[in-house]
């Protein structure tokens, strides 16, 4: 079968003019009801594909995330559009114009997400075909990535080991992975929290968090938004910190990025190499686990390894920082049909099928995610696996065909889950066309 770009013709058209009604102008929404405001990793992953029909929205998409970035370097999880409701937690609950560093005049939460804007930064100016015009995009923004990414050295690294911590599950972009559960289970709840959930009228229950889980994340947010966001407050009161491989291996991504970038335009890439080598190998001695043969999240208050096979485990594979002989273990572990690779199904689990929380129906305790199949395309092709790679494309791409352009999907029979009209399954879709099936059979 010849897998090239006019064979996803349908698929493509259907994918760009997703993005197009979720356009807000500067921004995209991730999905049309559910999610009506600005989210960080989502901008990253749509600008990737953005970035194949036009350059300069896809460089406004990254441009319109930083104006969103707090005084002390933060760029924000959410940037809320102030024409957008039906979403919540909203503004008025983050209540983050009290906060000194938020910027002014633009309305934001208070935590962060994956950081892997860099990296998606460097993508679009790879994409575009407007040479000069990318090379001034990357000017205008290198000083602001590299002040988001002093600030997650600074003021993230609370052990000052190389690796950020998380102070949220909602930080994670994952946010009820089976791996926040025991740490959820503990947190103390005194008051409960005042919260509405919209998410419930919009999507089937069953594909969502509970309301367990939502109360810890309010919990979390009223603990912040009562100590003004100060990051040394938190450190000490927050029952919540994780050293996460989902974070820092993104991080790592981007810190490779923003070298290419800083070299690029001719600019200091002072600390970059610095960081990288900490990070590198401070998720191999800390994070790796010789036994399980993955990475796992290290819960810093505990001080114990969160010891479930997610398949977040996996990505620093997508970083390229996992020597070749770890790689092999954790990529044969990846593509079994015992784990992420169901035989009559769709790849890739987020959550071993294996495990007893693998939940094919619930949003990040099983279903497919498309942004983490594209994540490990990319890191499979890295590794010189490339007909695993076309495999995983392939499959993605008929998940797509035959189900919609989904949130999230169950792995055993391709049901498309959560929103319709997901905007980075749309953005990510036009990139497995453009970079990873053009021209190859
Ligand atoms: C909370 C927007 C975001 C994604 C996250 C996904 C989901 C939000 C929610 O939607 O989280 O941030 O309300 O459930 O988990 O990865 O960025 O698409």
Redesign the pocket.
């Known amino acids: 079968m010849q897998l090239n770009r006019a064979s996803y013709e349908n698929i493509f058209s259907g994918a760009a003019r997703i993005l197009r009604e979720n356009d807000t102008g500067s921004s995209t929404k991730?999905?049309p009801r559910?999610?009506p405001h600005q989210?960080?990793?989502?901008s990253a992953f749509i600008a990737i594909g953005l970035s194949h029909i036009d350059d300069k929205r896809a460089q406004l998409e990254i441009a319109s995330l930083l104006d969103g970035q707090w005084a002390n370097g933060m760029v924000p999880?959410?940037i809320f559009n102030p024409e957008s409701t039906g979403?919540s937690p909203g503004p008025d609950y983050w209540r983050t114009h009290q906060c000194p560093d938020a910027p002014k005049g633009t309305l934001t939460?208070g935590i962060t997400?994956p950081p892997i804007l860099a990296f998606a930064a460097y993508r679009v100016f790879k994409n575009a075909k407007d040479r000069n015009g990318a090379l001034d995009f990357l000017r205008s923004i290198y000083k602001k990535l590299i002040h988001y990414h002093e600030y997650l050295y600074d003021v993230r690294d609370f052990k000052k080991e190389g690796l950020a911590c998380i102070i949220h599950p909602?930080e994670?972009?994952?946010?009820?992975t089976p791996s926040w559960d025991d740490l959820l289970k503990r947190i103390k709840i005194e008051r409960k929290p005042e919260y509405e959930r919209i998410?419930k009228v919009l999507i089937s229950e069953n594909q969502?968090?509970t309301d367990k889980d939502y109360d810890a994340?309010s919990y979390l947010v009223e603990l912040f938004r009562s100590l003004m966001y100060d990051m040394e407050a938190i450190k000490n009161k927050s029952p919540f910190l994780v050293q996460s491989v989902v974070f820092n291996s993104l991080l790592l991504a981007s810190l490779k990025a923003l070298k290419s970038i800083g070299t690029e335009i001719h600019e200091d890439t002072g600390r970059l190499d610095d960081w990288t080598a900490l990070t590198e190998n401070a998720i191999q001695t800390k994070l790796w686990n010789e036994e399980a043969h993955q990475y796992f999240d290290y819960d810093v208050l505990h001080q114990e390894s969160i010891r479930r096979n997610i398949l977040s485990n996996y990505l620093p594979l997508f970083a390229g920082s996992v020597v070749r002989e770890k790689a092999e273990r954790m990529i044969h572990l990846l593509l079994s049909q015992d784990t992420f690779w169901p035989q009559n199904g769709y790849p890739l689990c987020t959550v071993s099928m294996k495990e007893s929380e693998f939940n094919p129906q619930n949003?990040?305790r099983g279903p497919v995610?498309i942004?983490m199949n594209w994540m490990f395309i990319e890191g499979l092709a890295q590794y010189g696996y490339h007909n695993a790679a076309e495999d995983l494309a392939r499959k993605t791409l008929d998940l797509v065909t035959n189900s919609g352009f989904y949130?999230y999907y169950n792995p055993l029979n391709g049901e498309g889950l959560g929103?319709d009209r997901?905007?980075?399954s749309a953005s990510l879709v036009i990139d497995l066309i453009e970079t990873h099936l053009s021209g190859r059979s």
Request: charged share 15%; no cysteine; aromatic share 34%.
């Open positions: 991730p999905a559910l999610y989210w960080n990793w989502d999880h959410i979403y939460s997400q909602w994670s972009g994952m946010d009820n998410d969502r968090p994340y949003y990040w995610w942004n949130e929103s997901f905007s980075w």
